[in-house]
């Protein structure tokens, strides 16, 4: 499954993205009753990264989840394909590299980064496994790279409260305090077609990434994958030997951002 069932070309997606810049991070604040800020948190620590590593965050809108790693001394590069936002990234924060860039052709060279990592934007890439074999590209072997998306709620009942929410409540708000109340119900909708947890885990596995695993975060409306890159060349050998279930993150993140 990939994005193209909601009928949009990139061009398109980058300009809805363009249009609601501007507010975009105030915007995500209130349709997550502030909970995009833990879930910000949780990455970060799954990153696990120091100060003179250098990491890709890539679909990085506005540059906010960029913001954690440059405070700690960490070479952030912010990348994203969406002009609008990158120009409001910039303008708050000028120390920030903010480079514009298409997941499925990542202008970086191989090997780059310590580790990549993407948040929410995963969904919107039109090839998202295209995606996830670039950003193993320009990882550095070892390296890792953490990925923060919606994901399936595990428990029946939350997950139809949860599906209810995003096609009736989210455009019903954007609409109040939203430039584009159109781009939150495309949103909404790429949500709920999105792959469940076990299903990235595969796509990542596919892709040449080992040592996969996640966690569920607000009963699974969020999921944190976490992955690594083979130290040599051996992708294709992880790939192969790989037969077992995917483990859960929740045993290897630090517990102190639930």
Request: proline share 5%.
């Amino acid at each position: 499954m990939n994005r193209a069932s909601l009928d949009k070309r990139p061009d398109e997606v980058a300009t809805m993205f363009d249009d609601v810049a501007a507010k975009y991070d105030v915007v995500n604040d209130v349709l997550s009753m502030g909970q995009t800020r833990r879930w910000r948190k949780v990455v970060v620590e799954a990153m696990d990264v120091r100060a003179g590593q250098r990491v890709l965050d890539l679909a990085a809108g506005t540059g906010t989840s960029s913001e954690p790693y440059a405070d700690a001394g960490i070479d952030v590069v912010a990348c994203d394909f969406s002009l609008g936002m990158l120009k409001v990234g910039k303008r708050r924060r000028p120390d920030i590299d903010f480079i514009a860039g298409d997941a499925t052709n990542l202008p970086f060279a191989d090997n780059t980064f310590d580790a990549s990592t993407i948040s929410f934007g995963l969904r919107n890439v039109n090839e998202p496994k295209k995606a996830l074999a670039e950003m193993l590209r320009v990882t550095k072997p070892g390296g890792k790279v953490v990925i923060a998306e919606f994901s399936q709620p595990v428990v029946p009942l939350w997950r139809t409260m949860y599906t209810e929410y995003l096609m009736r409540a989210l455009p019903a708000i954007a609409v109040k305090v939203s430039s584009n109340p159109d781009a939150y119900v495309y949103l909404a909708e790429s949500i709920r077609a999105w792959p469940d947890q076990d299903h990235l885990a595969a796509w990542l596995q596919e892709s040449g990434w080992e040592d996969v695993t996640y966690r569920n975060l607000s009963g699974g409306i969020v999921a944190v994958h976490r992955a690594h890159k083979p130290l040599a060349d051996g992708g294709a050998a992880a790939i192969a030997a790989h037969t077992g279930p995917v483990a859960k993150l929740r045993r290897n993140i630090p517990r102190g951002a639930r």
